[in-house]
């Protein structure tokens, strides 16, 4: 990964092109982005052999972001992509390109230029059903797609679509740089908002900065040779390990720009100023509140639990669940005693509510923030308040710190989103920055505890009730996805029941219990009937008793990878399938499935259990990982082990009949 830079020297770019040829690709890419295509050349539609990889189905020829915020009541960001398809594949990865409801049917195009040089426009269509999108899209009209069928090996693509912005762009503003296709040459450009100056940071790539200005105010850095963003499982924050700019307009004048340990100084004594303005209060509201939820409790843990359940289902949040806290743009209210009396507030209102409660309960009690490590973590380099994102509460039980959040209405009391644990977070210190990671102690392993009661029949269907229960970080993800799941919500919740690709029946819907009880472990349950489980083979049936994984591919099934693995959670899997079998029905051979390992950070465990009375099979699993990171170096050793697991779940018996 390639160091994080800062605004780079004027380099060579004029060297490599003349101020003439660099102002008419200006002009032209300034007509693409106003709606005027640029024709396909006899070259680009000769082209047969990528150049950033040579391996790549396709590869992007140009892109050009192009930034106005001149006007700040409206604010613009054009997108210009330019792609050359080398092969089928990428064609029909092409097909699955969609954009969100944000944008409208004028605002997104495509055009198509097959071999033969003939050009095709199309148009953004609404989607209906689900059309191959992700389960958050599957509703008509949440988003955009083209029909692309005529998109062939050779053909050169254009796609042109533009944002729109009240508030300006550049006020912490963060943008992905890389693409699902190498990239031969980006164009980011940039005007900014009148008397205002412009900082901008680069991560995970290099570029050289253009000083001619365009139109008079227009600032240009260019990137080349972008590599494909891999889609990988298990791969680190994306602003960790792929292409971004943040860009901000200074808020101080030219010799009071802060150093960065000066600013993130500063950040820690702000932060201290609010945990003695909103937590140290005396409010009588407060302390009359605080007393009545934990009259006659002793127990520690209990009375956080009182303050905590109040504080997130008495008290109506405000705050859009899916929108971070931002300092910047949320009015808080004056004193957590006015939260009380008002019976609401903003997710930021609730927790120093929360706070305030447990400082008058006795404890200790911090305001910290913390950043997100699903997208970029804090770096020393970036001195932006999107850095840390997120509040949480701090409070000190038998010498550790417990962190919690209940502004978040589906996280039990004491536990944290994975992306804000182990992450760098900020602490109040009135001297010095006090920025370092982020531990939350004693939260519940996430876990997912399968049971299933099955009869086999003789014709290979199973039969009988499927239950998943899940605790952590997966019943949080069920949670906060299924009011959205409106339209194929019963399907989704499949997922958790049956195992990949397989015919059933279901009788009935699933059931869901403790939905909204976050506190306990979130169950799943089905009576259902999956069809030809077991393949007949004359007289016998081959039967795979890991029933959940028996169609599952391994965990990694790449030969090579480019990142990092993040388990970003410690995680455990148990299951107890029992399948009782045909009357007169054998289990011949008795083979049995191995266990693989069991390490400290790694278990797993496997056997057959068969109960002659009943002529009832048994099979148990357990699977165990505490990992972290892995290093990308020993991705090799990982997926051995992964696959050797993967062969244990693939175990088959045969069934005599």
Same mark, same amino acid.
């Given at each position: 990964?390639?160091?994080?830079?800062?605004?780079?020297?004027?380099?060579?770019?004029?060297?490599?092109?003349?101020?003439?040829?660099?102002?008419?690709?200006?002009?032209?890419?300034?007509?693409?982005?106003?709606?005027?295509?640029?024709?396909?050349?006899?070259?680009?539609?000769?082209?047969?052999? *990528?150049?950033?990889?040579?391996?790549?189905?396709?590869?992007?020829?140009?892109?050009?972001?192009?930034?106005?915020?001149?006007?700040?009541l409206s604010a613009s960001?054009?997108?210009?992509?330019?792609?050359?398809?080398?092969?089928?594949?990428? $064609?029909?990865?092409?097909?699955?390109?969609?954009?969100?409801?944000?944008?409208?049917?004028?605002?997104?195009?495509?055009?198509?230029?097959?071999?033969?040089?003939?050009?095709?426009?199309?148009?953004?269509?609404?989607?209906?059903?689900?059309?191959?999108?992700?389960?958050?899209?599957?509703?008509?009209?949440?988003?955009?797609?083209?029909?692309?069928?005529?998109?062939?090996?050779?053909?050169?693509?254009?796609?042109?679509?533009?944002?729109?912005?009240?508030?300006?762009?550049?006020?912490?503003?963060?943008?992905?740089?890389?693409?699902?296709?190498?990239?031969?040459?980006?164009?980011?450009?940039?005007?900014?908002?009148?008397?205002?100056?412009?900082?901008?940071?680069?991560?995970?790539?290099?570029?050289?900065?253009n000083p001619m200005s365009?139109?008079?105010?227009?600032?240009?850095?260019?990137?080349?040779?972008?590599?494909?963003?891999?889609?990988?499982?298990?791969?680190?924050?994306?602003?960790?390990?792929?292409?971004?700019?943040?860009?901000?307009?200074?808020?101080?004048?030219?010799?009071?720009?802060?150093?960065?340990?000066?600013?993130?100084?500063?950040?820690?004594?702000?932060?201290?100023?609010?945990?003695?303005?909103?937590?140290?209060?005396?409010?009588?509201?407060?302390?009359?509140?605080?007393?009545?939820?934990?009259?006659?409790?002793?127990?520690?843990?209990?009375?956080?639990?009182?303050?905590?359940?109040?504080?997130?289902?008495?008290?109506?949040?405000?705050?859009?669940?899916?929108?971070?806290?931002?300092?910047?743009?949320?009015?808080?209210?004056?004193?957590?005693?006015?939260?009380?009396?008002?019976?609401?507030?903003?997710?930021?209102?609730?927790?120093?509510?929360?706070?305030?409660?447990?400082?008058?309960?006795?404890?200790?009690?911090?305001?910290?923030?913390?950043?997100?490590?699903?997208?970029?973590?804090?770096?020393?380099?970036?001195?932006?308040?999107?850095?840390?994102?997120?509040?949480?509460?701090?409070?000190?039980?038998?010498?550790?710190?417990?962190?919690?959040? *209940?502004?978040?209405?589906?996280?039990?009391?004491?536990?944290?989103?994975?992306?804000?644990?182990?992450?760098?977070?900020?602490?109040?210190?009135?001297?010095?920055?006090?920025?370092?990671?982020?531990?939350?102690?004693?939260?519940?392993?996430?876990?997912?505890?399968?049971?299933?009661?099955?009869?086999?029949?003789?014709?290979?269907?199973?039969?009988?009730?499927?239950?998943?229960?899940?605790?952590?970080?997966?019943?949080?993800?069920?949670?906060?996805?299924?009011?959205?799941?409106?339209?194929?919500?019963?399907?989704?919740?499949?997922?958790?029941?049956?195992?990949?690709?397989?015919?059933?029946?279901?009788?009935?819907?699933?059931?869901?219990?403790?939905?909204?009880?976050?506190?306990?472990?979130?169950?799943?349950?089905?009576?259902?009937?999956?069809?030809?489980? $077991?393949?007949?083979?004359?007289?016998?049936?081959?039967?795979?008793?890991?029933?959940?994984?028996?169609?599952?591919?391994?965990?990694?099934?790449?030969?090579?990878?480019?990142?990092?693995?993040?388990?970003?959670?410690?995680?455990?899997?148990?299951?107890?399938?029992?399948?009782?079998?045909?009357?007169?029905?054998?289990?011949?051979?008795?083979?049995?499935?191995?266990?693989?390992?069991?390490?400290?950070?790694?278990?797993?465990?496997?056997?057959?259990?068969?109960?002659?009375?009943?002529?009832?099979?048994?099979?148990?699993?357990?699977?165990?990982?505490?990992?972290?990171?892995m290093r990308q170096e020993?991705?090799?050793?990982?997926?051995?082990?992964?696959?050797?697991?993967?062969?244990?779940?693939?175990?088959?018996?045969?069934?005599?009949?």
């Amino acid at each position: 990964m390639s160091p994080l830079l800062l605004r780079s020297p004027r380099s060579s770019f004029l060297l490599q092109h003349s101020a003439f040829s660099v102002l008419l690709l200006l002009l032209a890419l300034a007509a693409g982005l106003q709606g005027a295509w640029i024709d396909a050349t006899e070259e680009e539609l000769a082209d047969t052999q *990528p150049q950033v990889d040579p391996n790549a189905g396709a590869e992007y020829l140009r892109q050009t972001i192009e930034i106005d915020d001149i006007d700040r009541l409206s604010a613009s960001v054009h997108h210009y992509e330019r792609l050359k398809i080398y092969t089928q594949a990428a $064609a029909e990865r092409l097909e699955r390109r969609h954009f969100t409801k944000r944008y409208d049917e004028e605002s997104v195009q495509m055009r198509v230029t097959t071999p033969d040089g003939i050009a095709r426009t199309l148009r953004a269509e609404a989607a209906s059903g689900d059309n191959g999108l992700p389960g958050e899209m599957q509703r008509a009209g949440a988003a955009l797609y083209f029909e692309t069928s005529s998109v062939e090996p050779g053909s050169v693509v254009e796609i042109e679509h533009v944002t729109r912005s009240r508030g300006g762009y550049a006020y912490d503003f963060i943008m992905a740089l890389g693409a699902q296709f190498p990239i031969r040459e980006l164009d980011f450009r940039f005007r900014p908002a009148p008397k205002l100056r412009l900082r901008w940071v680069v991560g995970n790539a290099t570029y050289e900065e253009n000083p001619m200005s365009f139109e008079g105010s227009y600032q240009e850095l260019v990137f080349h040779n972008l590599a494909a963003v891999e889609e990988e499982p298990y791969r680190p924050p994306y602003y960790e390990v792929s292409p971004w700019i943040m860009l901000s307009y200074l808020e101080w004048n030219e010799d009071d720009d802060p150093s960065p340990e000066r600013y993130w100084r500063g950040e820690s004594r702000r932060l201290a100023g609010e945990n003695k303005r909103w937590i140290e209060g005396g409010d009588h509201h407060v302390e009359e509140t605080c007393e009545q939820l934990t009259a006659g409790v002793t127990d520690d843990w209990e009375r956080l639990q009182r303050l905590y359940a109040y504080c997130q289902s008495d008290v109506l949040n405000l705050s859009p669940l899916d929108r971070p806290q931002s300092m910047e743009t949320r009015k808080w209210a004056a004193d957590p005693g006015k939260t009380i009396k008002e019976g609401q507030g903003l997710s930021i209102d609730i927790n120093t509510l929360f706070a305030s409660l447990a400082e008058a309960a006795g404890y200790e009690v911090q305001l910290v923030q913390v950043s997100d490590g699903r997208k970029l973590a804090y770096h020393p380099q970036v001195r932006a308040a999107f850095s840390f994102p997120r509040y949480l509460i701090g409070v000190k039980l038998d010498e550790n710190w417990r962190f919690f959040d *209940p502004a978040d209405p589906y996280l039990p009391c004491g536990v944290i989103n994975w992306w804000n644990t182990g992450v760098p977070a900020l602490f109040p210190d009135r001297k010095d920055a006090d920025i370092h990671l982020l531990q939350n102690t004693a939260e519940p392993l996430t876990t997912t505890t399968r049971v299933a009661d099955f009869e086999l029949q003789e014709d290979g269907d199973l039969v009988g009730l499927a239950q998943v229960a899940l605790i952590g970080q997966t019943a949080l993800e069920v949670r906060r996805k299924y009011p959205k799941m409106t339209q194929h919500r019963d399907r989704w919740l499949r997922q958790y029941l049956l195992p990949k690709d397989v015919q059933y029946k279901l009788e009935g819907e699933v059931e869901v219990i403790n939905l909204t009880a976050v506190e306990k472990p979130l169950i799943l349950k089905a009576q259902l009937t999956v069809h030809r489980f $077991a393949p007949t083979a004359g007289s016998t049936l081959k039967l795979t008793p890991s029933y959940t994984h028996a169609t599952e591919p391994s965990m990694f099934t790449a030969e090579e990878r480019q990142t990092d693995v993040v388990f970003h959670y410690p995680w455990k899997e148990a299951e107890q399938i029992t399948i009782k079998l045909p009357e007169g029905a054998e289990w011949v051979e008795r083979s049995q499935p191995q266990s693989i390992v069991d390490h400290e950070k790694m278990t797993h465990k496997a056997a057959l259990f068969y109960d002659e009375e009943t002529n009832t099979l048994t099979y148990r699993r357990l699977l165990r990982c505490e990992l972290g990171r892995m290093r990308q170096e020993g991705y090799a050793s990982l997926k051995q082990l992964f696959d050797a697991i993967h062969t244990q779940d693939q175990h088959q018996v045969t069934i005599q009949l």
